[in-house]
């Protein structure tokens, strides 16, 4: 267990601080809080006493909820960032969409702060090492496969924006799904939601608002080749969906409800985000864990452990969880390797179908102490044969 977690609030409204203040009041003990009046204020203190979290009001005079989020983005790249706030002009919030982790709508009751700030907690001690809990922080978004945002971008700016080619574009790449699903759970623009698919994001965010993300604010890019040198997107992609399609199959099979079988596929089409991560944010560190495992011939995990102190399902996991995407999701990413050592070892769920998917694409074999503890190890036979048929085709210009 790290150090106690350090909150601070920022507010223009002083009653609101006063309210905050009084609301967590029981946490003081598990908690370090503090609480500013205004952007300014909030610098000040963040110079002298550096704190874990920021959770800020948007609409605030002097300097706004956006510039402040900034100002700590550059001068504080390890803090999570929150808005707390009321109802904001819908470009106030893309510009928003940045420099935030997620978003929480006024008013918040005490349990659901607790709740959000409590998950951080979890994330810390599920990710202990702070240069990559500050190299995630630091991402607004995650690249994408250039093919895909070609087409994309060609799309949004034709005269006649086809919604289901948009979607159809989204749901295929990882980078703009893992971004719509934050945007569209975390609740930016409008209360939190669940969705099957990254496509039903697109839908609900509309395409006025993708058009904002990927032409304005650049929030949605693609990968850079020579800052990624070496790493196989393409390879990452094909791998990705084929566990994403085959998941979703599993989760069918085993006549899971269908939150559980749109969990299994989101997490498997995001399970391996925290290699992007890595590639993108850390790249030379990244390439000396390949060369590590190449020339040891170690697994890659272990070389990823021995150059990062972590793993690739970590530092995916940690991202998918401050960015507000559903437990089942970030559980998956964490323990698709080792599903033995997450806490629920009763029940069938995404980790499990995710899990399995994985170990059959990647020909590794499965854990099966953690199959046996579900009952299911006489099912391996029935989902290899239902792998999906057909071939993912990889994309161009990867």
């Not at 893309?94 to 409590?118: M, S």
């Not at 080792?338 to 995710?354: H, K, M, Q, R, Y």
Request: with cysteine; charged share 25%.
């Amino acid at each position: 267990m790290q150090n106690r977690i350090r909150i601070i609030f920022v507010d223009d409204e002083r009653n609101i601080l006063q309210g905050l203040r009084r609301m967590l009041r029981p946490m003081r003990d598990k908690w370090d809080l503090a609480f500013a009046n205004g952007g300014n204020e909030a610098l000040e203190h963040l110079a002298a006493e550096p704190c874990d979290v920021i959770i800020s009001d948007i609409r605030m005079p002097q300097m706004t909820g956006v510039e402040l989020l900034e100002n700590v983005r550059r001068r504080h790249p390890h803090m999570i960032r929150f808005v707390l706030s009321g109802q904001a002009a819908r470009e106030t919030i893309i510009d928003a969409v940045g420099p935030t982790h997620q978003y929480l709508a006024k008013p918040c009751d005490a349990e659901t702060l607790k709740a959000a700030i409590g998950r951080l907690e979890m994330l810390r001690d599920l990710l202990p090492v702070e240069k990559l809990r500050e190299a995630i922080s630091a991402l607004e978004s995650l690249p994408s496969m250039p093919s895909l945002y070609d087409e994309l971008t060609r799309q949004l700016r034709g005269p006649e924006v086809s919604v289901k080619s948009v979607c159809r574009i989204i749901s295929a790449d990882i980078g703009m799904s893992g971004k719509l699903l934050q945007l569209v759970g975390s609740g930016f623009f409008g209360p939190p939601r669940h969705v099957s698919t990254p496509a039903e994001a697109a839908k609900v965010l509309g395409i006025d608002i993708i058009k904002s993300l990927a032409l304005s604010l650049n929030v949605l890019t693609p990968f850079d080749p020579v800052k990624m040198e070496g790493f196989a997107m393409g390879t990452l992609w094909k791998h990705s969906t084929t566990v994403a399609d085959h998941a979703r199959k599993i989760a069918e099979s085993q006549g899971a409800d269908k939150k559980t079988a749109d969990a299994a596929f989101i997490a498997g089409m995001l399970h391996d985000v925290g290699k992007i991560v890595l590639a993108e944010q850390l790249a030379e560190d990244y390439r000396s864990a390949v060369a590590l495992a190449r020339a040891e011939g170690v697994d890659s995990l272990e070389a990823e452990r021995r150059i990062f102190g972590a793993t690739h399902a970590q530092v995916g996991a940690y991202l998918l969880g401050i960015w507000g995407l559903e437990d089942s999701t970030v559980e998956a990413t964490a323990y698709h390797h080792c599903p033995s050592a997450a806490s629920n070892f009763t029940d069938f769920t995404a980790l499990t179908a995710v899990h399995v998917a994985y170990c059959l694409d990647e020909g590794r074999a499965v854990d099966t102490e953690y199959l046996a503890r579900l009952g299911l190890a006489d099912s391996m036979t029935k989902w290899r044969d239902i792998r999906p048929k057909e071939i993912h085709k990889e994309p161009a210009n990867v």
